[in-house]
């Protein structure tokens, strides 16, 4: 599984979204971990796991929440270490009801 130390999203849809990730804990659980900034369209954030409340080693997945529309996520795991050296990239597009997230590699901060 790769490492990364934070995610970064995009917003180039019609809507004000938010970073945030789910994980699986200890148990096996899937949790969510608090929610970042607002993203404007044509703007985007850095959101990194640790800040969160999430541990270092844990298996992490980005959560976007879209401000009056369906959330989305990133789809695949990582695993979070706070010192890794890439950061997963995204780009979300589309409207608040039909959006689309594009995972656009591991990449230098």
């Given at each position: 599984m790769?490492?990364?130390?934070a995610f970064?999203?995009?917003?180039?849809?019609g809507?004000?979204?938010?970073?945030?990730?789910?994980?699986?804990?200890?148990?096996?659980?899937?949790?969510?971990?608090s929610?970042?900034?607002?993203?404007?369209?044509?703007?985007g954030?850095?959101?990194?796991?640790g800040?969160?409340?999430?541990a270092a080693g844990?298996?992490?997945r980005?959560?976007?929440?879209?401000?009056?529309?369906?959330?989305?996520?990133?789809?695949?795991?990582?695993?979070?270490?706070?010192t890794?050296p890439?950061?997963?990239?995204?780009?979300?597009?589309?409207?608040?009801l039909?959006?689309?997230?594009?995972?656009?590699?591991?990449?230098?901060?």
């Amino acid at each position: 599984m790769k490492q990364i130390s934070a995610f970064y999203l995009f917003n180039n849809g019609g809507f004000v979204c938010n970073t945030g990730c789910t994980y699986i804990d200890d148990d096996g659980n899937i949790c969510n971990g608090s929610s970042g900034g607002h993203i404007s369209l044509g703007t985007g954030e850095a959101y990194n796991p640790g800040d969160h409340g999430v541990a270092a080693g844990t298996t992490v997945r980005l959560a976007i929440g879209i401000t009056a529309g369906n959330d989305r996520t990133g789809g695949q795991y990582f695993e979070y270490q706070p010192t890794a050296p890439g950061q997963a990239h995204y780009e979300i597009t589309g409207t608040t009801l039909n959006s689309d997230v594009h995972f656009q590699g591991v990449q230098m901060p």
